[in-house]
């Protein structure tokens, strides 16, 4: 028995939607069978299916989110596997890829199947664990990263830091390319961070509060790329947040280096004048930037030197949140505010078509790790997310299904909603 699903698995019609298939964009039904889809286009017909209407929506492939944080085992105060997969659901995301920064850290055959276990008994959200590069996260020691594939780990990171030093970064590219994984730079330099809190620049001069430069992002991105050309080996950026930053992966990707990136939707939309206020919602690692940097993110997103957009989704209780700023905790819920941040900046502006948005939240991500994408075709497993492409809503985060209610968008009124997410065939979200 599935606990946490809406639906146990049954047909599916879905009626009259624009479906985004594999073979191109098409106006039709998608039938679903013992969770795979059985037939695309025209009209399906399917006695004792469960219908839902979709004249007007989008049918499109589940999205995929390759970078988030479930907090558990350790932070259950948070979120954890069971509530970050419901609100991953909510979010139209079929499949979640957490980070190792949990207690214990996932640096062992042991947490990695043990956030398996949990996740398979939230229902059918796939939820592929990225285990760290070194024990515990120091920094120093590499984990046994054959062992961690074998058990389902779909890559390594030490997100929440970087790894200081370059040699062990070198050898930790080198080693994970050995077992074909993909190693994910958290781009920080803690020295160069010396208690910077927001971007450094007007802003923070403006409210008082010490600044972070962007070098501490930018040469830890330059360094990491160096080193995945020097080892020829699969690096990948999590949550680059400049124009800088954009501009060296831009060099690396021309010279030839095995490099892709992501950046994720809050670096899309906010800016580092959020901080007025003195929110701690608005407090998030990598900062806020500035609105030109948000501009080339944009810009870099349409070229292709970022690859993919991903959630970060950083969910915190209350009390790490409701202290001054200096003391809050960084990061942003952001599984159910991700889609339509996305829609309204980049879609609902013209600046990108409805198929090149979805290829960065869902195929493209899938590739950069070398996971299944979901696919809208026939015989495939039935992941897929149904968007009302003309909804709007305002952003109430005690609506959310995550623990965390921290976002700086509460209040804030986007574009686009998810109205259905369906994993491995079952409706594993249903809104209104
Ligand atoms: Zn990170």
């Given at each position: ?131 760290a590069v070194t024990k515990g996260l120091m920094g120093e020691e590499l984990t ?12 390594v990171s030490d997100d929440g830091k970087s790894v200081r030093n370059a040699q062990r970064m070198r050898l930790a590219l080198?080693y994970a ?6 190693v994910i730079s958290h781009p920080e330099d803690e ?29 830890i991105?330059?360094r990491d790329?160096?080193l995945a ?6 690096l ?197």
């Amino acid at each position: 028995m599935m606990k946490g699903t809406i639906n146990p698995v049954s047909n599916i019609l879905i009626k009259g939607g624009r479906v985004l298939a594999s073979g191109g964009t098409t106006e039709g039904d998608v039938l679903i069978a013992g969770g795979r889809i059985e037939a695309i286009g025209g009209e399906q017909r399917a006695d004792g299916a469960d219908v839902i209407q979709a004249a007007g929506l989008w049918v499109v492939p589940g999205l995929v989110d390759i970078h988030c944080h479930l907090r558990e085992p350790g932070f259950e105060h948070k979120e954890d596997i069971a509530s970050g997969v419901a609100a991953a659901a909510k979010g139209g995301f079929t499949t979640v890829c957490c980070m190792a920064n949990t207690n214990p850290v996932n640096d062992n055959a042991v947490v990695t199947e043990f956030i398996k276990r949990r996740a398979e008994e939230a229902g059918p959200v796939r939820v592929l664990p990225v285990a760290a590069v070194t024990k515990g996260l120091m920094g120093e020691e590499l984990t046994e990263m054959g062992e961690l594939r074998e058990v389902g780990a779909v890559a390594v990171s030490d997100d929440g830091k970087s790894v200081r030093n370059a040699q062990r970064m070198r050898l930790a590219l080198s080693y994970a390319k050995c077992f074909g994984l993909v190693v994910i730079s958290h781009p920080e330099d803690e020295d160069l961070v010396d208690g910077g809190l927001m971007n450094e620049g007007y802003w923070s001069t403006a409210l008082g509060l010490p600044g972070t430069t962007r070098a501490a992002e930018e040469t830890i991105i330059a360094r990491d790329c160096m080193l995945a050309a020097l080892e020829n080996a699969r690096l990948h950026v999590a949550h680059v947040s400049t124009a800088g930053g954009a501009e060296i992966i831009r060099q690396a990707k021309r010279a030839g280096a095995p490099v892709t990136c992501e950046t994720a939707p809050h670096y899309l939309y906010a800016t580092d004048e959020w901080a007025q206020g003195y929110d701690a919602n608005t407090k998030v690692n990598p900062p806020l930037r500035t609105v030109g940097d948000r501009d080339a993110l944009i810009e870099a997103l349409k070229d292709g030197t970022i690859d993919c957009i991903a959630t970060d989704h950083a969910p915190h209780h209350l009390d790490d949140k409701n202290v001054e700023y200096a003391l809050a905790a960084s990061g942003i819920s952001g599984f159910e505010t991700a889609f339509s941040i996305c829609w309204t900046v980049l879609v609902k502006s013209g600046r990108f078509t409805p198929e090149q948005l979805f290829d960065k939240l869902s195929l493209s991500p899938a590739r950069v790790l070398g996971i299944d994408a979901p696919a809208l075709e026939v015989g495939s497993r039935a992941d897929i997310t149904i968007i009302d492409p003309e909804a709007e809503w305002t952003v109430d985060p005690s609506k959310f299904l995550s623990r965390g209610k921290n976002t700086p968008f509460a209040g804030r009124t986007l574009s686009g909603e998810v109205k259905r997410t369906i994993a491995g065939g079952v409706v594993v979200y249903r809104g209104e």
